[in-house]
């Protein structure tokens, strides 16, 4: 989905824990799905993607799961670190669609010491 | 892995002028190259697809006349924003893709800050 107004969604965590981060897509066909992070003026960063014939993907310290059937994405963290603060976008694609990607909102995830 | 890199990284100007963006992907050969367009606490706009040896398809409600995009090679495409105002003040961050078509092979690069005064 686009992103309206002025204020991302922000998620704080304390080093060590546990996040989860939510995403909801906008298009039911897409069947495609990334999670981006974005560091301060820098360009997206690739992090782990997934299928729509999946519903879960691990990869190293992080996991994606996919509810289609809501039309919702979360990416999970396993004991964040202060190098994951970041801001984080799901995107979505439908292939045969010029491979467009569609970025959610995002959210600021901050990690406290 | 592969990389892009954008020049300038952060460009001023005054309002009226005109600024070109590069981006170059250095060790992959770019069969398509998109545009995007960030404002302060907000996602990724897509402005463009640029192909190269085509036109650049643009997305509804960008104006083609005013930011120009040219990828006449296969590492290099360029958009330059015309007549640039203030409210063209962005962060513009291009990506490349290879010819594989698979979404995960696109590659982001590190973005332009634009200031129009």
């Known amino acids: 989905g686009e992103s309206v107004g002025l204020h991302l969604p922000t998620l704080s965590v304390q080093e060590g824990d546990n996040s989860i981060i939510n995403c909801a897509y906008s298009n039911s066909a897409s069947d495609y799905f990334i999670w981006y992070k974005q560091e301060s003026g820098k360009g997206p960063q690739f992090i782990i993607d997934?299928?729509?014939?999946?519903d879960k993907r691990q990869g190293q310290r992080v996991t994606v799961l996919l509810n289609k059937t809501v039309k919702h994405l979360s990416l999970q963290i396993a004991a964040t670190q202060p190098g994951d603060s970041a801001v984080y976008f799901c995107?979505?694609?439908?292939?045969?669609?010029?491979?467009?990607?569609?970025f959610g909102t995002g959210t600021q995830l901050k990690v406290e010491l | 892995g592969a990389v892009v890199s954008q020049h300038p990284s952060r460009v001023i100007c005054k309002s009226g002028t005109s600024v070109k963006i590069e981006c170059r992907s250095l060790d992959f050969q770019a069969t398509t190259m998109f545009w995007y367009r960030q404002f302060p606490k907000q996602s990724l706009m897509l402005m463009a697809t640029s192909n190269e040896g085509s036109k650049a398809t643009y997305e509804q409600g960008v104006e083609k006349d005013k930011f120009l995009i040219n990828h006449a090679s296969l590492t290099l495409s360029t958009l330059t924003v015309t007549s640039a105002h203030p409210e063209d003040s962005s962060f513009y961050i291009c990506s490349a893709m290879t010819g594989t078509g698979i979404a995960e092979t696109q590659y982001f690069g590190p973005g332009t800050r634009l200031l129009v005064l």
């Open positions: 997934i299928r729509s014939n999946m």
């Open positions: 995107a979505e694609i439908l292939t045969g669609g010029g491979n467009k990607l569609t």
